[in-house]
């Protein structure tokens, strides 16, 4: 068990996918000790679909030193909008990385250091003081730390704990995702998505296609996947104003546990070169995204 002095920039993320890995590396940009448990045995490649590669993904890869180049997707170099049938209604110049969640993935599983990342790694307990927050799993390990960073996912076992009045509500929308191996694509269907970001909108709803990497975050042609999505009304997660803990986002925890040591991955914008924890107040929820969001 680690003493109070040695916990104190020692952070333990819970949750190694996305969230988590993005907490992590930033943590360790700013001279942090982190590690990461994840309760899953296996790899988290090849989940997910497409993925617009925002500038913020590459500024957060610049800050925490991740190495990327051009492979990292496939760039689209104009927008087209297809009448409905299926020629080109307009088109708008616009280059765009276009990734898959797998790329991003593996793009930080290479940097994070591997002996630090935990797999089979449930979380079935915690509790905080001031100084420290201790984490307990199912396999009987123990931890102690300066901070626990929840990045669980939507089904969030520290959200759960700290916020259990938090639910998803439908919001209105459903979306659907596909993904098909490019050599799986008719020649007319390849010409027109090919090095470009297609979209299809009618009443209520839209469709959009793209090429993103495909197995092993091949970008060549012909191993590529092209992403597809059509939007009806689609699925949010919300925290309605009655029942968030403060403001919309909330607090990270309960007005109980001042000066809280456990924070959302969305908070970590509140960590200085010093290793500081904003204020609760000021730390904001993180919601798990919208499915098909992009």
Same mark, same amino acid.
């Not at 699925?235 to 104003?241: D, E």
């Given at each position: 068990?680690?003493n ?14 996305? &969230?988590g ?5 930033? %943590?360790r ?8 448990y ?5 790899? %988290?490649?090849?989940?997910? &679909? &497409?993925?617009?590669?925002q ?11 991740v ?18 049938? =299926?020629?080109? !209604? /307009? ?15 593996? !793009? ?5 250091p *591997? ?8 979380l ?10 201790e ?24 959200? =759960?704990?700290?916020?259990?009045? #938090? ?10 995702? =596909? ?9 007319? *269907?390849? !010409? ?17 296609a793209? %090429? ?5 975050? !091949?970008?060549?042609? &012909? ?5 597809? /999505?059509?939007c ?5 997660? #919300? ?11 909330? /607090?990270?925890?309960r007005?109980?546990?001042?000066? @809280? ?9 509140? %960590?200085?070169?010093? =290793? ?6 000021? @730390? ?5 995204? @919208?499915?098909?969001?992009?």
């Amino acid at each position: 068990m680690k003493n109070q002095a040695s916990a104190a920039k020692q952070a333990v993320v819970i949750g190694g996918s996305l &969230g988590g890995l993005f907490a992590g590396l930033l %943590l360790r940009s700013i001279r942090w000790d982190v590690d990461i448990y994840e309760r899953s045995p296996h790899n %988290l490649d090849s989940r997910g &679909g &497409g993925i617009v590669l925002q500038p913020e993904v590459l500024e957060a890869f610049r800050r925490a030193g991740v190495h990327y180049d051009t492979s990292i997707g496939v760039e689209a170099k104009e927008r087209v909008f297809l009448d409905r049938s =299926g020629g080109l !209604a /307009r088109r708008l110049p616009m280059r765009q990385m276009l990734t898959s969640w797998t790329s991003l993935y593996g !793009a930080m599983r290479r940097h994070f250091p *591997a002996e630090h990342y935990h797999q089979s790694a449930e979380l079935t307990d915690f509790g905080q003081s001031a100084e420290r927050v201790e984490a307990r799993f199912a396999d009987g390990r123990e931890v102690t730390n300066g901070l626990l960073v929840a990045a669980d996912g939507g089904g969030s076992f520290v959200r =759960g704990r700290l916020m259990p009045e #938090v639910r998803a509500d439908y919001a209105g929308y459903v979306a659907w995702r =596909g993904l098909v191996d490019e050599p799986e694509l008719t020649d007319e *269907a390849a !010409a027109l998505l090919r090095d470009r970001f297609s979209f299809f909108e009618y009443p209520n709803s839209h469709m959009l296609a793209y %090429l993103v990497p495909g197995e092993h975050e !091949a970008i060549e042609p &012909g191993k590529r996947i092209c992403a597809a /999505r059509r939007c009806v009304r689609s699925v949010a997660w #919300v925290l309605p104003h009655d029942r968030a803990p403060a403001r919309y986002g909330g /607090r990270v925890a309960r007005p109980g546990w001042a000066g @809280a040591r456990v924070v959302s991955a969305a908070a970590l914008h509140g %960590l200085s070169e010093q =290793g500081r924890l904003c204020r609760p107040a000021n @730390a904001a929820a993180a919601l798990p995204p @919208a499915p098909g969001q992009t």
